[in-house]
Structure formats: C-alpha cells, structure tokens
C-alpha cells in the first residue's frame, strides 16, 4: 500500500528507531541514545512499558527467579534501584504476587528516557515499512490521538521489540510461529511434529478485602468454569483457589485466565481478549458463588487489566537460532551479549484454556548477538520475545529481565552501527569484541567475561585495603564431635589443592586415624526438573548428586588441640570452578570418629557452609555454620585485589569477585589504587554490592528502599601536592553502578574511602573500580 505525500502529517527523522516501549525497548531506546545516536521511541499504547506497564502489570523477572545472585544488570538494575527509592511500586499484601500498574515507576522510565533526549512517540502505531530493497529506511505511523499519518525516516538501524514484530514482518524479515518437531533441531520436549500452537494470553486482576459482604451476579450467558492445569496435574484441578482468601491479605494481583495458544495470537488478539474477558467472569463467580463463597465473601474485583498479556507470536530468524538443548545445557558462545536462566515456562493450550508445562529449570546460559538481528534484512535488531530462538528456548528467553539484558545489548549494537555506518552483521563480522567490551563497561553482564586491562588503567594497578575478608583468616568457636560424618560445602576452589587444614581436637587418649573425602557435583544433566527443583534448588545434597575425587587418611595425635594438615600424597586435579553455576559445588568431609571434634568458624562465609550426614537417608544437611577449614593455595574471598580482576559482579555464591572489608572495624574503609608511573584519566567507575541471594530480596520486590549491604555514602580521591584531594563525593548513593567524570587529573595514586552503608554493621562491599581516560 503506497502512501501519498498529501497524507503525511509530520515528518521525523532519526538515527535509532525503537518500534515497542516494552523493557526490552526503552532499555535499548536508553542505551542507543546513550551512544549519541538520535533515537526515537514508538509505541502504539498510552503508556510506557508493554506487559509490565500501567495497563497489566506482569513482574520484571529473569534468571535471578532462579538462581542465586543472578540477576541481570545493567539499565534495568539503574531503573529499578530509582523505582525502589521512590516507592513506584503498586502497594499489594506482603507474600503476594508482586505485579505493578503505578504510573509513577512508568515516570522513572519516562524520565530517563528524557534525560538521554530519547523522542517518544506514544499512541503511535507502526503501520508500514518503507523499504529500499532488503533494508528499512523509514516507517509509517498513525498518530491514534489526533488521526494523523506521521512519517520516519531511518538513517540506520531499527530495532524492533513490539513483541509480534509486525514492521519486521512487513518488511518481509524470516519469522517462525508455531511449536518445532522433534526432528527439526532435536530438542527433547519437542512435540514428534512441528504444529501451529504457541503460548497462550492471560488477563490480570486486582481483588481486595472490604469491611463488608460483597455479591457478585455474573453477566448472563458466560462461559462455564475450567481451571488452568498446573504441571500436568490433576491435583491442580482440585485445588485451583484453596487458601487464596483465607490469608491475611487485604489486596492482591490475581491472574487466573489463559487462552488463545490455539487461535492466532496476532490476527485473533480481540477474540482472544474477549474469551479471557468471559473466563474471568467464570472464574470470579466460582471464587465468590462456588466452593470459597465463605472465604471470598468480603472480597472485591477492583481492577481488571484492559491489556492483555501475550507470551508468543511471531520469532525472527538471525544468524544463530537459540534451542533448548542450548538453553539446558548452559552454553555459552563467542559472542554473548547477555544470558538467561528462567526456567522453560510452555504455557500450552488445552482446549480452551492452558497447562502450563515446565519443562526444566536450565542453568545460566548465554545469549549469542547473532539471535538479535534479522538474517535478511540488513538494518534490523531484534529484542525481547522477538529474538531467533526456538519455541522451546522462547519460554525461557521471553520473560522481561532478560529481555532489558537484551535490550541494552541491541541499543549498544545499534549506537555502534551509527558510529561506523555499518549493519548489524557487520557488528558480528568485525567487531563483537568492541561491542561486548562497552557493555561490560556499563553494567551489563556476559557470563564469566572480564574487561580486557588494555582498556581499564586500573587492571595495571596495585590495590591496598585498610581491612578485608580473607579465607584462611579464622577464628576456631565452638567444638562439635563427629558423631556422623561432617564436611564443608564450598562454592569456591583452586583446581589444584596442596593441602587442607582444619582446626581439630583429639578427645581420646590414643592417636585417631580419621579419613577425609572430596566430593565434586554430577552435572548430568546440568538442567533440573520441576519437582526436583522445587524440592531441592541448587543446593540437592544427596549422595547420588556426588562422586568422589579422592580420600586420604591422616592421624591425629593423642591431645592435640590445633590446626591439623592434611596432605595429599598424589597431585589432586579438581576441575575449574563454573563460576556462574552455584550447582557446581566441592564438598570436602570427614568420616565419623566419636573421639575427634571438629572446630567451628566463629564468623559465616560466604562461600562455604558446613553439613553433615543425615543418618536416616542417603543425603546431606547444611548447618548454617562453617567448619573451620584453610586451602592451599588460598581460596579468595573477600580481598582487595579482586577488585582487579576484570569482573564487576558475582555471577553465584562463589567467586564472590569483590572487596568485602571487616565488619568489626566499623568505618572510614578506604581501598587505594597505586601505580608506579603517574597516570592519566578523567573517568572512574564503581561498582557496589547490591546483588542479593534470593531475588525476593530484591528492594523492588521485598518495599525495601535499598538493601543494607549497598554504600551509602564515600568519596573518590587522588593523591596530590603530598595530600587527597576529593575528586567526588557521594552522601545518599542508591545505585550499584555510579560514574564520576572530571578534568583530567595526573596521579599515581587513587582512593575511594568508604564512608557507611544503609545498613548498621555491614562491610565495605564493592566489585570494581575502573579507571579510564576517554
């Protein structure tokens, strides 16, 4: 369809069009604007956000939803700290589903956006592409506010991230729909052919408790009830609402419709809005009229989202596509650009509803740039749900937090492109190094990548630490005998140990031969499934998930009272530590020896924790405390040289890759970095602890403003004229990532003095100082 001149209403033009402001898009609108590209922002609602704005509300969630201190970085990580800070949160009963409709965390994204100069168009529609062969050089959109026609211009790339992808489609990039054979790419949940279904659609709901009774009449003619089935589960069916309504919740987020994997998601999205409608009726009259009249009997419908939530339609087909033999087995490639880690939630039709199947909870795995750009149309990026990734790796890949990771990586690609007037391949071809440099450089995170020392003038440096955690440094506390055998977990090693040593107590009047074993994960396969993981988590302890790498005896002397060592008569090779794995654990233990007591570390470590051996079944059981235990060569913990190591974050419980100082030195804690030349900068960047275990931890989740742990307040100094002069300073830090730029400066000493954090008693916790003269 051609469109007259006469019937264009406004002409802009940009660098960077970013069709969709869901997660995914604002953050790549933020970071392309951020490379100084001029970026434009389309988005067809009223508001900013796509399934996790005003109008719905889903949660931001990704790897950290299951893995321990995974959550992704980056954009997404600054967005929600000033979302945390000013309470943009929609305020529901603790222990509920913490979904989110306040207009005022869409202002937090608003007013980044304006801060970075990113044009946003809401209410726009993106109707049609102007092609010039295999490229997108404009786009055609319909003003739905004031019934106007407006035409952009596109001197580089688009990036689309609307979620069906409609522009791409139209501009005849490959797509898929539909759930792959089983022969196609040989995954193994893979149906034994390939068929037209995807992922269904749900609604949203808001209930809350009144002072009174409330009734509800149902509209006429409505669907019958039938519940969503849960992992195959019949017992689901039974229990659809039980104890819903006899909590002590006052107001929740409710969702408890789904359909529409066997219609079109695209062409039918009305229909399928209107049976959702219908099944949410059904079901809110079986909550109040049915089997919980009595439960339900004060409780109202308050909101009901006037968007609904789609998981599926179109996938666009790159360089690579993303299977879930790729996801389960934790591969990670060449050119990585962000990670996953959320497990394969296939939300699959059955007749007229859902059951929602997980297949598996993976591990952390990478995501290769080459699924985030069109392999045949040469402008175009893709991000989100949209990525070229199988129906099976779409489950995992689609949730919001992973897709921000994605977003960032785009909007980065797509601010190289400008700057070189290249495509996205070209990006691959040439200069995928570059790219994953500049998003480690902001924030964003690649499983297991450091920076490269040429470009951070602090990976030259000697670092020195008023205080800090080392592992070998502890104190012995309270005996315990070995009345079963006991051993330390560890999250952390050196593949090649010398010796053990651990503080021990012969209570008997004769020498004790004891013997001690060490113990590395099975990690096949390295994906869980639902009830194992739900049962155990990362941390399943019994013995089958063990085998055994060594065993030596050693003899402890009549009353001794010491640290004993423990030698290895041959060379022990463990194995490298997966870093961004907290499955892959050692566990090094002792056998039973009534008259051997084992000493206690008087303080907790973050990467160890002691168990014993339940005496009843074949597993493990943690304590909560360590066993005293020092490694050699030492295992690093919580020293100031790990703030030079060239990673900004932990990616597990172990390596933790930060400087964590004494907590029983209370504060100023200063780190200072020396060179033996002066040096040359005018950019520093710091990076904190705020990466929590659990995600429920999280600020934006558990109301917490901001976590304990994070700095407050510090300042940045260099040594000049024979004293510190303040180059920056900082009294209410709410940020993990903070970047402080000046004149350039000439010293050969740099110091960042901690001041206090937000909560009383803490350490000192920072992952990375990096200096730069841009």
Wanted: aromatic share 10%; glycine share 6%; with cysteine.
């Amino acid at each position: 369809m051609e469109i007259e001149s006469n019937q264009i209403g406004v002409t802009y033009d940009c660098d960077v069009l970013v069709i969709g402001s869901g997660v995914s898009g604002y953050c790549a609108a933020i970071q392309a604007a951020r490379c100084d590209c001029n970026t434009i922002l389309l988005e067809k609602d009223e508001v900013l956000g796509g399934n996790s704005g005003p109008n719905l509300g889903v949660s931001i969630t990704g790897a950290g939803r299951y893995n321990a201190f995974a959550t992704e970085t980056g954009i997404i990580q600054e967005l929600q700290e000033d979302a945390a800070w000013t309470h943009a949160f929609t305020h529901v009963s603790a222990g509920t589903l913490s979904f989110n409709i306040s207009r005022r965390y869409e202002a937090v994204v608003q007013e980044h956006l304006e801060k970075v100069r990113v044009f946003v168009l809401k209410r726009h529609y993106a109707r049609l592409p102007i092609m010039n062969k295999n490229r997108i050089v404009g786009v055609i959109a319909e003003d739905l506010a004031a019934f106007s026609t407006v035409k952009i211009t596109v001197r580089h790339v688009v990036i689309e991230a609307s979620g069906d992808g409609h522009i791409a489609a139209l501009a005849g990039a490959d797509f898929d729909m539909g759930s792959e054979g089983k022969d196609e790419f040989g995954e193994r949940s893979a149906p034994s052919e390939r068929v037209r279904l995807v992922q269904g659609t749900s609604l949203v709901m808001i209930v809350h408790k009144t002072n009174h009774e409330v009734i509800f009449h149902p509209p006429a003619n409505n669907f019958p009830f039938r519940p969503r089935i849960w992992q195959s589960s019949i017992s689901s069916f039974f229990h659809h609402h039980q104890r819903w309504f006899s909590q002590t919740a006052n107001i929740m987020f409710l969702y408890i419709t789904e359909t529409g994997g066997h219609m079109d998601t695209i062409k039918d999205d009305a229909e399928i809005y209107e049976r959702l409608l219908k099944q949410l009726w059904a079901e809110w009259n079986h909550i109040k009229n049915g089997p919980h009249k009595e439960e339900a009997k004060y409780w109202d419908l308050l909101w009901v989202s006037p968007k609904a939530g789609k998981r599926e339609s179109r996938r666009f087909l790159g360089d690579y596509l993303l299977t879930q033999t790729d996801v389960e087995e934790g591969r990670r490639f060449p050119d990585d650009i962000g990670y996953g880690g959320h497990d394969l939630d296939d939300h699959q039709p059955l007749r007229d509803g859902a059951n929602i199947i997980s297949h598996s909870v993976p591990p952390l795995y990478g995501i290769p740039y080459r699924c985030c750009y069109s392999r045949n149309i040469v402008n175009l990026l893709l991000a989100g749900r949209l990525i070229s990734a199988t129906h099976l790796a779409h489950s995992s890949t689609r949730v919001m937090r992973t897709g921000a990771a994605i977003g960032q990586a785009v909007g980065m690609a797509a601010g190289l492109c400008c700057y070189y007037n290249c495509t996205p391949r070209d990006i691959y071809d040439a200069r995928i190094g570059e790219l994953q440099e500049k998003l480690l450089r902001f924030d964003a995170t690649i499983l297991a990548k450091s920076l490269d020392p040429k470009c951070d003038l602090a990976l030259s440096s000697t670092v020195g630490a008023t205080s800090e955690i080392r592992f070998n440094d502890q104190t012995p506390d309270q005996f315990v005998p070995l009345i079963t055998h006991a051993g330390n977990i560890l999250w952390d090693w050196n593949p090649h140990p010398d010796y053990v040593e651990l503080f021990l107590r012969n209570d008997s009047e004769i020498e004790q031969t004891i013997s001690l074993s060490i113990y590395r994960t099975r990690r096949d396969p390295k994906w869980k499934n639902f009830d194992d993981f739900h049962t155990y988590g990362w941390d399943d302890l019994r013995d089958t998930m063990f085998k055994k790498i060594t065993t030596v005896e050693t003899i402890v002397p009549v009353c001794f009272e010491d640290w004993h060592r423990i030698e290895f008569s041959e060379p022990v090779y463990i194995g490298e530590k997966d870093p961004a794995s907290d499955d892959d654990r050692l566990l090094i233990a002792l056998e039973k020896n009534q008259n051997v007591s084992w000493a206690t570390a008087r303080r907790t470590c973050e990467v160890a924790e002691m168990v014993e051996h339940s005496p009843y079944t074949a597993q493990w059981r943690t304590l909560g405390v360590m066993g005293t235990m020092r490694i050699s060569p030492v295992l690093p913990l919580g020293e100031a040289e790990n703030l030079i190591n060239g990673y900004h974050r932990r990616f597990s419980r172990g390596p933790t890759n930060m400087w964590i100082s004494d907590p029983s030195q209370g504060f100023p804690q200063d780190i200072i970095l020396s060179w033996s030349q002066p040096q040359k900068f005018n950019r520093v960047t710091l990076t904190f602890d705020n990466l929590p275990w659990h995600h429920h931890n999280n600020p934006w989740e558990s109301g917490k403003k901001v976590l304990d742990i994070l700095v407050k307040a510090y300042t940045l100094d260099i040594w000049k004229n024979k004293e510190w002069e303040v180059m920056a300073k900082e009294t209410c830090n709410r940020h993990r990532f903070r970047t402080h730029t000046f004149e350039q400066v000439v010293t050969d000493r740099l110091r960042l003095r901690i001041l206090s954090t937000h909560g009383e008693k803490q350490s000192a916790r920072v992952y990375q100082v990096s200096v730069y003269n841009i």
